[in-house]
C-alpha cells in the first residue's frame, strides 16, 4: 500500500456529522418505509425504497465523507488497474502445485493417525490387559 498520498486524519465538522447522519435516517426511512407499506403495491413500496436510498446517497455525496469515499473509491480503482495479473499457465501451475501440496499433507497426517491410533489401541491396550 502507497503512503505517498498519506494525509493526516482531518476532524470531522458538526456540518459533516449532521449530512451523514441525515442520510443514515432517510436510507432507514427508505428500508423502514418499504416494510411498513405492506398493503401498498410493490411499485409504491419499491418507488419508496429506491428514493430514500437515492436521497440518502445525494446527501452523502455533498458531505465531506462523501466526498473523501468517493476519492477513495477513484484511488482504488486507479490501484487495480496497475494490478499485474498472472497468466493462464502461471495461475495453472501454482494452483497445480497447491493441490499436491495439500494432498501431500492429507497423506503425512493420514500416516501419523495411523501410527497414533496403533500405538493407542494395538500397543498400550493389549499392554494393560
Known amino acids: 500500500m502507497s503512503t505517498q498520498n498519506a494525509k493526516p486524519e482531518e476532524k470531522k465538522s458538526g456540518s459533516d456529522m449532521a ?33 430514500g436510498l437515492v436521497l440518502a446517497v445525494l446527501v452523502a455525496w455533498f458531505s465531506p465523507s462523501g466526498k ?11 490501484e487495480l ?7 493462464r ?4 501451475n501454482s494452483t497445480g502445485m497447491v493441490i499436491a501440496f495439500v ?12 501410527i497414533v491410533e496403533w ?5 498400550l491396550l493389549k499392554l494393560s490387559l
Open 19 to 51: 449530512l451523514v447522519s441525515l442520510a443514515v435516517v432517510l436510507a432507514l426511512a427508505g428500508v423502514c418505509g418499504f416494510s411498513f407499506l405492506s398493503d401498498q403495491t410493490l411499485l409504491v413500496r419499491l418507488g419508496v425504497l429506491i428514493g
Open 68 to 78: 473523501r469515499f468517493i476519492v477513495y473509491g477513484r484511488e482504488s480503482y486507479d
Open 81 to 87: 488497474r496497475r494490478v499485474v495479473w498472472p497468466t
Open 89 to 92: 499457465k502461471e495461475t495453472l
Open 103 to 114: 494432498v501431500v499433507v492429507a497423506v503425512f497426517l493420514f500416516l501419523v493417525d495411523m
Open 119 to 123: 500405538g493407542l489401541y494395538d500397543v
